[in-house]
Nanobody, 126 residues
Framework: QVQLVESGGGSVQAGESLRLSCVVSGRSIGAAALAWFRQAPGKEREFVAGFNYFGTWINYADSLKGRFTCSRDNAKNSVYLQMNSLQPDDTATYYC???????????????????WGQGTEVTVSS
């Protein structure tokens, strides 16, 4: 059974940074598609960043390029999301997602991911 556990969320002021972590168990991330999504209150869940199946390609939501950086540590079976210059619009619950089906590209839609963490909340105040 694949399980994902996020951590690192919290409350920060605008302009500050946070680093989210997601530890994956039950499957090596060396052969899995991984992604971060977020869902703001009253809005649909949206793609933030992700790796393709072998981790050879990474993709970001256009609006977040330059501020957010996604990385992975295969030895720790973990994926990370470094978020800089946070703004109130970044307030959301952030989810880590994984899928074991091979796809060449990075999937940006949430139905493409079978496994999800419980989410970690990020609140940015102005």
């Amino acid at each position: 059974q694949v399980q994902l556990v996020e951590s690192g969320g919290g409350s920060v002021q605008a302009g500050e940074s946070l680093r989210l972590s997601c530890v994956v168990s039950g499957r090596s991330i060396g052969a899995a598609a991984l992604a971060w999504f977020r869902q703001a209150p009253g809005k649909e869940r949206e793609f933030v960043a992700g790796f393709n199946y072998f981790g050879t390609w990474i993709n970001y939501a256009d609006s977040l390029k330059g501020r957010f950086t996604c990385s992975r540590d295969n030895a720790k079976n973990s994926v990370y999301l470094q978020m800089n210059s946070l703004q109130p619009d970044d307030t959301a619950t952030y989810y880590c997602a994984a899928d074991l089906q091979y796809v060449r590209d990075v999937s940006t839609s949430d139905p493409a991911y079978k496994y999800w963490g419980q989410g970690t909340e990020v609140t940015v105040s102005s």
